[in-house]
C-alpha cells in the first residue's frame, strides 16, 4: 500500500457522516447562496496551491455567498493543474486570474480575502503583506516559522484589524471541544502528566540526490523569497520543504501545532517554564532530511509536566493510536486524537471515573471555513476558532521543543520578557534571518 493512499485511509474518518448527506447538502447550500445578498458575496485567491492551499480553497468555495477569482503558485504546471480541475468545483475557470507573484494579488482592491498556502518560511511575510493591503486571511499553520515572526503576525492583525484565521481546523471539531469540556469538569482529577505523541508510518523523507536546474515552469528564486540562496534540489521541494530548516520545523511544528494546541487548551496552559528536547535521524539517517525523524521533549509546567513524542516512519503510538493527547489523572487517562475520545479508568482510583469512545462525525476544515467567513461578515473576531494570537501561542510552544533540540540545550523561558533567559539563543533563534533583499516589516 503507498503512503499517500495510507495517508487517505487514516484520514477518512474525519469525513465520516457527511457522505450520505452530501446531496441534501449541495441543495441547501444553493438555496442559501441565492439568498445572499450582493454586497455579501466575497471574493476570495488563494496563494500556493499545491498542498494544503488546495484543500483550504475546495472547502472555502463551498461557503455561501464565496468567489473565488484568483489562483497565485510559482509553479505554473500547479497552476495549470488547477485550473483544469476548477469547472468539477462548480467554478467557471474563465472567472478566475491565475497569477505568479502574489503581491500582484495583493494589489487587486476588488479581492477581499487570501488563503495563503505557501511553505512555512513565507506565512509571515505573505500574512502581513496582506494585512497591510486590507485584506482577512486564511493562513496556513504553523502560523510563523520562529518565534519573531509570530509575535510580528500579531501586532500585524491589531494594527490593521484584520480578521486573520489559522489553519488549525481541528479547533471546530465538536469531539475536540466535548473532550476539553470533560476535563473541565474536573473528573479526572489531579492532571500530573499530558502525553503528546506523532507516529507517522507514511512519511519518509526523500533521497539524497545532486542539485540539478529547476522543473520547467517553476520560479525557484520565487520560492525561496526570504530564504538562504541554495541551488535547486527535488528532494527539498513541494512537499518535501517540510524537513529542512529553511523553510519549515519538520514534524514537531508540521504536527506539533494541531497536537500541542489541544494539550494546552486542556489544561489552560500558557508557556512552559522550561524545555528540554532529544532525538535525531534515526530511522532513515541516510535520506534528505535536517529536521529529526525521532524526537521526545518534556515541557516544564508549574503544576504538571508535557512530553512530546514523535517518530517517522512507524505507526505503533501510545495507546495503539499513530497520534493523541492524553491526559493522564489520578482517576482516569483522557485519550484524545482525531478519530474521538474516550477515558480509561484508573484502577487505583476510588473515584471511578470512564467515558465511553465518542467518535468524529464531523468535518473540521469545512467547519474552519464556515467559521471563517461568518466572523468576516460579523465583523466579531472574538468569534475566531483559531485566530493569529492563539496559533501564535502554540507555535512558540512547539518552536521552543525545536530550538532546545537545536541548541542541545535546556531552554528556560523569561515570562516577563517573552523571550528565553539565554540570550544567545535568543540571538540565533528567536527570529530568522532575512535573504535575498527581503525583510520582516516594522509592524
Not at 495517508?7 to 447550500?29: H, R, W, Y
Not at 512530553?307 to 503510538?317: C, E, K, R, T
Not at 518552536?399 to 540570550?423: C, E, H, L, Y
Request: glycine fraction near 8%; charge should be positive; charged fraction near 20%.
Amino acid at each position: 500500500m503507498n503512503s499517500r493512499r495510507k495517508f487517505l485511509q487514516q484520514t477518512s474518518f474525519a469525513l465520516a457522516g457527511t457522505v450520505l448527506a452530501s446531496s441534501l447538502q449541495q441543495k441547501a447550500i444553493a438555496s442559501v447562496i441565492k439568498k445572499i445578498s450582493p454586497s455579501d458575496q466575497l471574493n476570495v485567491a488563494a496563494i500556493g496551491i499545491n498542498g494544503m492551499g488546495w484543500s483550504d480553497t475546495s472547502a472555502l468555495i463551498k461557503q455561501p455567498g464565496i468567489n473565488l477569482v484568483g489562483l497565485c503558485d510559482i509553479d505554473s504546471n500547479v497552476l495549470a493543474k488547477r485550473m483544469k480541475e476548477l469547472p468539477g468545483k462548480n467554478v467557471d475557470p474563465a472567472k478566475v486570474k491565475t497569477y505568479d507573484d502574489y503581491r500582484k494579488i495583493l494589489e487587486n482592491k476588488n479581492i477581499d480575502a487570501v488563503i495563503i498556502g505557501t511553505p512555512d518560511h513565507w506565512h509571515a511575510l505573505q500574512m502581513i503583506h496582506a494585512c497591510e493591503a486590507g485584506k482577512d486571511v486564511y493562513v496556513e499553520k504553523p502560523c510563523g516559522n520562529s518565534i519573531g515572526e509570530c509575535n510580528l503576525m500579531v501586532a500585524a492583525q491589531k494594527r490593521y484589524n484584520r480578521t486573520v484565521q489559522v489553519g488549525q481546523w481541528q479547533r471546530s471539531q465538536q469531539h475536540f471541544k466535548n473532550a476539553v469540556d470533560f476535563i473541565n469538569t474536573g473528573a479526572l482529577g489531579n492532571i500530573r502528566t499530558v502525553k503528546v505523541w506523532c507516529y507517522q508510518g507514511w512519511m519518509k523523507p526523500q533521497p539524497v540526490v545532486p542539485d540539478r536546474p529547476a522543473p520547467a515552469g517553476v520560479d525557484y528564486k520565487q520560492w525561496l523569497g526570504p530564504a538562504p540562496t541554495r541551488a535547486f534540489n527535488p528532494s527539498r521541494f513541494h512537499f518535501d520543504f517540510r524537513w529542512f530548516w529553511d523553510y519549515a520545523g519538520g514534524l514537531m511544528t508540521d504536527w506539533g501545532v494541531h497536537l500541542l494546541d489541544y494539550a494546552l487548551l486542556g489544561m489552560n496552559a500558557s508557556v512552559p517554564k522550561t524545555v528540554a528536547a532529544l532525538g535525531g535521524k534515526f530511522a532513515y539517517p541516510d535520506l534528505a532530511q535536517e529536521t529529526p525523524d525521532t524526537l521526545t521533549a518534556l515541557y516544564e509546567f508549574d503544576k504538571f509536566n508535557l512530553v512530546w513524542d514523535h517518530a517517522m516512519g512507524i505507526d505503533n503510538g501510545s495507546y495503539g493510536k499513530d497520534h493523541g493527547i492524553a491526559f493522564i489523572g489520578n482517576n482516569g487517562t483522557l485519550v484524545l486524537y482525531r478519530g474521538g475520545w474516550e477515558v480509561l479508568e484508573e484502577r487505583q482510583s476510588a473515584h471511578k471515573v470512564a467515558k465511553p469512545f465518542e467518535k468524529v462525525m464531523d468535518n473540521g476544515l469545512e467547519l474552519h471555513m464556515k467559521n471563517f467567513v461568518e466572523v468576516i461578515r460579523s465583523g466579531r473576531k472574538e468569534d475566531l476558532h483559531c485566530s493569529i494570537q492563539d496559533a501564535a501561542h502554540v507555535a512558540t510552544v512547539a518552536q521552543m521543543g525545536n530550538i532546545s533540540f537545536r541548541s542541545g540545550q535546556r531552554v528556560a523561558w523569561d515570562p516577563t520578557q517573552q523571550k528565553f533567559t539565554d540570550n544567545a539563543i535568543n540571538k540565533e533563534y528567536f527570529t530568522k534571518q532575512y535573504h535575498n533583499g527581503y525583510s520582516l516589516p516594522q509592524v
